[in-house]
C-alpha cells in the first residue's frame, strides 16, 4: 500500500531555505508532487515531478525559489525551498500523481505532512 512521511520542516526566518524530503512507497514510478496547506486555506498545489525526473512543474507562486527533485533509488522525494517568505507558511504534504503531472491529480490519501513556518 501507499506510504508517505515527510520531514525537514521548521521555523526559519525569511529569506531563508530548507529541504523537505518524503520517504515514499508504493507506486514507484509514478509521477509525485508536493502540495501545502495554510490555517483556514485549502491544499494547494506546489509542484510536481514526472516518475523519470526528467520534466517538473510548479505553481507560479514558488517558480524560481522551488525545486523538485526525486531520488529512485532511494525512493525519496526532496523540495528544495530558498529565498522563503513568511506566505510560504503551510504544512507541506507529499503525493503520487494520477495520470500526467500536469494535471497536478493527487490520490486521496496523505500522509502527516511537515509543517513550515517562515517569520517575517
Known amino acids: 500500500q501507499v506510504q508517505l512521511v515527510e520531514s525537514g520542516g521548521a521555523l526559519v526566518q525569511a529569506g531563508g531555505s530548507l529541504r523537505l524530503s518524503c520517504a515514499a512507497s508504493?507506486?514507484?514510478?509514478?509521477?509525485m508532487g508536493w502540495f501545502r496547506q495554510a490555517p483556514g486555506k485549502e491544499r494547494e498545489f506546489v509542484a510536481a515531478i514526472s516518475g523519470s525526473g526528467s520534466t517538473t512543474d510548479y505553481s507560479n507562486s514558488v517558480k524560481g525559489r522551488f525545486t523538485i527533485s526525486r531520488d529512485n533509488a532511494k525512493n525519496t522525494l526532496y523540495l528544495e525551498m530558498n529565498s522563503l517568505k513568511p506566505e510560504d507558511t503551510a504544512v507541506y504534504y507529499c503525493?503520487?500523481?494520477?495520470?500526467?503531472?500536469?494535471?497536478?491529480?493527487?490520490?486521496?490519501?496523505w500522509g502527516q505532512g511537515t509543517q513550515v513556518t517562515v517569520s517575517s
Open positions: 503525493n503520487y500523481l494520477r495520470g500526467h503531472i500536469a494535471f497536478r491529480a493527487a490520490y486521496e490519501y
Open positions: 508504493g507506486l514507484p514510478f509514478s509521477g
